[in-house]
């Protein structure tokens, strides 16, 4: 049970323990006994609430990252193993150490980020994929759409 699950236990207890505890005539019971529908009500939402927990949330990044990483290292590993004659097809000669170099930061940041994703450090991943999306943009503006 979570701590609010707790409270809200604690105080429907304290609440009806009050009112019973009490001798008040009609009118007041059934004011108590409407107040008490409502916290009850409110409490069932909390209860029932289907919204993930911030631990569940970490997990989802933390998988993310490691696909991420995954999906990097065999996007980096496939553009370093393309064959010669079809990257003299695709890009011009003096383009070819400047690719090397983007495929080279694609490659070094997907082991940054499984690094992040094997140390829970999570806060660190948003900065990681604007990385990888400006070694993107950056190669797809300066080789693949001026080729």
């Known amino acids: 049970m979570t701590f609010k699950t707790i409270s809200l236990y604690i105080l429907l207890l304290f609440f009806l323990n009050a009112c019973t505890a009490q001798n008040t005539p009609y009118t007041d019971k059934t004011k108590h006994t409407n107040e008490l529908r409502l916290i009850m009500h409110e409490f ?37 193993n393309i064959p010669q004659n079809e990257l003299e097809k695709s890009i011009k000669v003096e383009d070819k150490a400047l690719f090397a170099k ?46």
Do not use: G, M, P
């Open 44 to 80: 069932n939402l909390i209860v029932n609430d289907n919204s993930k927990s911030e631990l569940e949330l970490d997990d989802e990044r933390r998988r993310y990252a490691f696909t991420l990483a995954q999906t990097l290292e065999k996007l980096s590993c496939n553009l370093e």
């Open 102 to 147: 983007h495929i080279q930061e694609l490659h070094k940041n997907a082991e940054e980020i499984e690094i992040i994703a094997q140390r829970y450090e999570l806060e660190k991943l948003e900065s990681k994929v604007q990385e990888v999306k400006q070694i993107c943009n950056s190669c797809h503006a300066q080789i693949r759409d001026f080729r």
